[in-house]
């Protein structure tokens, strides 16, 4: 992966490794195995400094939706930036660009949300809503009622609340986190987590059953939010088991139980529908969005919330003076003008529907690897899948980790000229941009299978089959 320089250019491999700490990284390992330098998009590609071309099966981290090269939205974000390139909204200011935004997307989002906030990362905008959460209770007179509840392998981001929510080892571990007020629930994964003979619609009864036995244990009247996202993500791309929501929803109404819905990968089509909100019947109280609201151009996320959320925090700020919360970049101008362009681009060319259109090929491009001997459960919805790879498929048995066989996997799809993401579990992702065509997802699906027969080969080289 390590390129070297050519003439006159910056070793950027050397440069990296001697300044750079990365995300999500073996720092160790990096310092031997170098950065993967990219230098250049173009439609759902991108190109390292040699001019090998990578089909970006991730559309980076789900969130590049209109893929590397739309000159509509650098258009949007030089216009901004030559008209107000800053404004803030402390105090009652804003710029115009940013209420156009706002309303924008207030029209969009399901009905019982009515008032929005920005920030810039789904890290902030899930802190935000754990903010709004407490500030809401003690605005209502519940000053004990403020634990949130998320579920084993969720993915909320790394800040302090958020990563306290994230229940991936590597994100808590070593970190002092969860902090306190934070518990957890099972995962909604069917295939990994049910048992013998459980239907989906029996492990869905036992995990509301669990939530609403967690929640009388803890006590409902120290219980403020549930959050999920639609589909987990980052934690496997799991689809929840049928009736999981609906019985979820009933739990939480019970026990006065806010529900927050981190649409941070599900908004904006996907999965196929505007939210995840809408294809599991969710009806938030809270909805965090990020990521493809700006195609990933500039950064940007929103706090969508209730009407009576949104009363009582504001008589509890007329009380106060203030309400004390927002950064320095929420609203930004330039992220909100090339957000409203990019939400003018999936109306005019109809994302949603292109995504529904080509969303068969995908998913069955995927599942043609179901009798690969190497592959236990191809899951998904939209253009979100994964592909779970297990040591045997009858007995269910999942590789021990350590031996790193996704992460082999991808490596090789590297080489190939795909760009896949292992999580953990050993399952492999797949989130190409919303404008993919058949034949871009025939080619991801075609280096993926490469990828996945050399993977085969050192597993039963190793042993390991
Ligand atoms: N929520 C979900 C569902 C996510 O997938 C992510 C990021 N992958 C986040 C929140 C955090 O977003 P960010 O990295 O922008 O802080």
């Known amino acids: 992966m390590t390129q070297p320089a050519v003439d006159g250019a910056k070793d950027w491999s050397a440069i990296d490794r001697a300044v750079y700490v990365h995300s999500s ?7 031997v195995d170098g950065p993967m330098v990219l230098t250049r998009g173009e439609g759902v590609r ?11 099966a991730m559309s980076g981290l789900w969130c590049a939706g209109l893929g590397f090269s739309e000159k509509r939205l650098a ?14 909204n402390f105090q009652g200011k804003t710029a115009d660009v940013t209420i156009e935004l706002a ?17 810039s990362s789904g890290s902030e905008a899930n802190d935000t809503a754990i903010k709004l959460v407490w500030y ?31 229940r991936l080892k590597a994100i808590y571990d070593g970190f002092d986190l969860p902090i306190d007020r934070i ?102 109280d809270i909805m965090t ?50 957000a409203l362009e990019t939400l003018r681009i999936y109306e005019e060319r109809d994302i949603l529907g292109h995504v529904n259109r080509i969303t068969p090929t995908f998913q069955s491009l995927l599942e043609s690897y179901s009798n690969h001997p190497l592959v236990g459960e191809v899951r998904g919805e939209g253009l979100l899948a994964a592909v779970q790879l297990v040591q045997s498929k009858s007995p269910k048995k999942f590789f021990d ?20 993401r292992v999580l953990q579990n050993d399952a492999v992702a797949f989130a190409p941009p919303l404008i993919s065509t058949e034949d871009d997802l025939k080619q991801i699906a075609d280096l993926f299978g490469r990828a996945l027969d050399d993977t085969l080969k050192v597993a039963r080289e190793r042993g390991l089959v």
């Not at 258009?75 to 803030?88: E, G, I, V």
């Open 289 to 338: 969005l990020g990521k493809q609201m700006t195609s990933a151009y500039a950064p940007m996320s929103a706090i969508l919330m209730r009407e009576s959320i949104f009363e009582s925090i504001a008589a509890e700020s007329g009380k106060r003076g203030t309400f004390g919360h927002g950064y320095t970049y929420s609203g930004h101008p330039v992220s909100a003008a090339v």
């Open 183 to 284: 518990r957890h629930v099972g995962c909604p994964h069917h295939y990994k987590l049910a048992q013998d003979g459980e239907s989906e619609e029996q492990f869905a009864t036992r995990l509301a059953d669990e939530l609403d036995a967690k929640i009388r244990e803890e006590g409902p009247d120290t219980v403020a939010a549930f959050i999920a996202e639609p589909i987990m993500g980052a934690g496997g791309v799991i689809v929840p088991p049928a009736t999981y929501f609906e019985k979820i929803q009933r739990v939480l109404k019970t026990h006065d139980v806010l529900l927050i819905c981190d649409e941070v990968i599900t908004g904006f089509g996907r999965i196929g529908t505007m939210f995840g909100a809408e294809k599991f019947g969710i009806a938030p």
């Open 401 to 420: 980790t350590t031996a790193g066989l996704a992460k082999y996997l991808v490596a090789r799809g590297h080489e190939h000229g795909v760009i896949l």
């Open 46 to 56: 991108v190109f390292d400094g040699d001019g090998k071309a990578y089909i970006e």
């Open 25 to 31: 990284t073996n720092l160790q390992q990096h310092l």
């Open 136 to 166: 809401y209770n003690n605005a209502r007179g519940k000053p004990a009622k403020k634990k949130i509840i998320s579920r084993e392998q969720a993915y909320h981001g790394v800040t302090i609340a958020a990563g306290s929510l994230t």
């Open 75 to 88: 258009d949007a974000a030089y216009k901004q930036m030559t008209t107000l390139p800053y404004y803030h």
């Open 103 to 119: 309303e924008r997307l207030v029209a969009l989002a399901p009905k019982p949300l009515t008032k929005i906030m920005f920030a």
